[in-house]
């Protein structure tokens, strides 16, 4: 798999028009809608359902332009993190994090000075961020990552966590998910994208349930920045308890639609289903319910061959990192049953230790390869 900074940076790339086409009747958009399902045996045991919405356009995720471009030129800066997580690293407690994450200073010598220099690079950026995000977060503390379980796991390449990222902590008063999920989308997403329905609703209605959590990402690029707004919901210790998995179960709801942000067009690629599963074991999947696509491979990548059609694409089907993949093709919506599959030795019917970031959305970047991995091979209708 393509490593995450490569691939955000092609991700940017790509976003230079909003309506890149790969074909005459096929376009991308810069806005994505995943929905995604962790089922993580091998680090945190956990369950975890997210809606995620990105764009690399900062007007559909509203960044003022001047800070969007003086993070991304600081070449220290490597994210800025909001989160309501309740741990978001070791030290924080019930407290929401603002967290602006930079690349450790090699001049730096010993621990009181590496902190240090990571406080000065995010300093002059917080009271400007504090006001865009209607927030008041003071300093708490200085954290410096040192563990890559996770990246590892998830075959990331540490840009919200891991060796060689410094986390400079802000908190404020915790704010209950739903509350908080309602205003920060207020303030990045536009009326039309609010409007159209699709996964934002079903995040919006994710962030009454108990266990959710919500954040904002900004990744910086090249030439643009990664914008990420993500609602998602843990599921503690119910990895190992999976035999059938069912994407919207978990998600809450008995079907998804697409956002009618896209029905201007065929823009199959910008709603996406996941499923990852991590195992110290090999699992099998198998008595999948719905369509199974038909795929050659390209790259190294297993690809649809016929993006228009509904269905599944696993790559693999086996091991000890499943990862799956559900596209639309000309379709608008998916019920939950033709969504499920069982892992284990079932007769088929058809055709990743705990993280010092407290997975503070670690996986956060995984999110773009759910998408862009389809983006980048070159498809044709």
């Known amino acids: 798999m393509h490593k995450v900074l490569g691939i955000l940076f092609l991700i940017g790339f790509i976003g230079v028009s909003t309506n890149f ?32 919405l990105q764009s690399t356009s900062i ?36 407290e929401s994090c603002i967290m602006i994450n930079v690349v450790r ?24 961020i504090n006001r865009v995000f209607d927030t008041d977060a003071k300093p708490h503390s200085v954290f410096v990552h040192s563990d890559d379980a996770s990246n590892e796991a998830f075959e990331t390449s540490g840009v919200i966590s891991g060796r060689g990222v410094i986390s400079v902590v802000y908190t404020m008063p915790r704010e209950s998910t739903d509350s908080m999920y309602e205003k920060i989308s207020a303030i990045l997403i536009p ?3 609010r409007d159209g329905g699709g996964f934002y609703d079903v995040a919006k ?45 978990l998600l809450k709801t008995d079907k998804i639609n697409r956002s009618d942000y896209f029905s201007a067009g065929f823009y199959p690629l910008n709603s996406i289903i996941q499923v990852v599963i991590l195992s110290p074991e090999d699992e099998t999947i198998s008595n999948i319910r719905g369509n199974i696509i038909s795929t050659q491979v390209v790259d190294g990548e297993m690809i649809p061959t016929d993006i228009t059609k509904p269905g599944w694409v696993f790559d693999p089907q086996e091991g000890q990192r499943i990862q799956g993949k559900y596209i639309f093709g000309q379709e608008t919506t998916i019920s ?18 705990f993280d010092e970031s407290i997975i503070v959305v670690a996986i956060i970047s995984i999110v773009a390869i759910a998408a862009a991995l389809f983006y980048l091979k070159g498809y044709r209708k």
């Open 205 to 249: 209605n994710l962030s009454f349930e108990e266990n959710s959590k919500m954040t904002f990402s900004l990744i910086p690029l090249e030439s643009k920045s990664l914008l990420q707004l993500k609602l998602s919901v843990d599921y503690p210790n119910e990895a190992n308890n999976i035999s059938e998995v069912s994407p919207l179960d």
């Open 59 to 94: 007007q559909e995720i509203r960044i003022p332009a001047e800070l969007e471009q003086k993070l991304r030129e600081d070449k220290m800066i490597k994210a800025v993190i909001i989160t309501n997580q309740e741990q978001c690293v070791l030290g924080v407690f019930d």
């Open 105 to 128: 200073d090699p001049d730096a010598k010993g621990i009181i000075e590496i902190q240090d220099a990571a406080r000065q690079v995010a300093m002059p950026y917080i009271d400007e």
């Open 336 to 353: 939950k049953d033709k969504l499920k599959f069982s892992l284990g030795d079932v007769q088929p019917s058809s055709i990743e230790s």
């Open 21 to 52: 086409a790969y074909s005459q009747d096929m376009g991308l958009a810069t806005f994505q809608e995943t929905a995604q399902v962790i089922v993580d045996r091998s680090i945190s045991q956990n369950v975890t359902a997210s809606i995620t």
């Open 191 to 193: 009326k039309i994208i």
